[in-house]
């Protein structure tokens, strides 16, 4: 086994927060087009968030399980995941009307800082 559960868990959090710091400068970078605008960055980027501490709690959540089952897991954590996000982008561009653009922008901004996260270097 190369990485414990208690890595993959740490490396979840260290992204959910990177993840949370580039999103908020994205919706500031959105700020002098509006409110709404960086209302929108940060909706679209908190849903990503959110959508990967819910898989990583799914994947995680179980402790140590046999091959199949934790293939699973990671499979279910990630349709919650994109669930969560089409969810969001579709209540959030359709209900409330938010700015397609900056939705989309958080969106994006929160998984490359989730892969350059996971990329990094590790302790």
Same mark, same amino acid.
């Given at each position: 086994?190369?990485?414990?559960?208690?890595?993959?868990?740490?490396?979840?959090?260290?992204?959910?927060?990177?993840?949370? $710091?580039?999103?908020? %400068?994205?919706?500031?970078?959105?700020?002098?087009?509006?409110?709404?605008?960086?209302?929108?960055?940060?909706? $679209?980027?908190?849903?990503?968030?959110? $959508?990967?501490?819910?898989?990583?709690?799914?994947?995680?959540?179980?402790?140590? %399980?046999?091959?199949?089952?934790? &293939?699973?897991?990671?499979?279910?954590?990630? &349709?919650?995941?994109?669930?969560?996000?089409?969810?969001? %982008? &579709?209540?959030?561009?359709?209900?409330?009307?938010?700015?397609?653009?900056?939705?989309?922008?958080?969106?994006?901004?929160?998984?490359?800082?989730? &892969?350059?996260?996971?990329?990094?270097?590790?302790?």
């Amino acid at each position: 086994m190369l990485n414990s559960v208690a890595a993959g868990r740490r490396l979840v959090l260290r992204a959910a927060v990177w993840q949370t $710091g580039a999103v908020l %400068l994205v919706a500031l970078l959105f700020l002098p087009w509006g409110l709404p605008r960086a209302v929108a960055a940060v909706v $679209g980027g908190l849903a990503i968030v959110v $959508g990967a501490l819910l898989a990583a709690w799914m994947a995680f959540g179980g402790g140590v %399980l046999g091959a199949v089952s934790a &293939v699973l897991r990671l499979v279910a954590g990630m &349709v919650v995941k994109w669930v969560v996000v089409i969810g969001v %982008l &579709v209540v959030g561009a359709g209900l409330y009307k938010l700015p397609p653009l900056p939705l989309l922008a958080g969106v994006i901004t929160g998984l490359v800082a989730q &892969v350059l996260v996971a990329t990094g270097k590790q302790r």
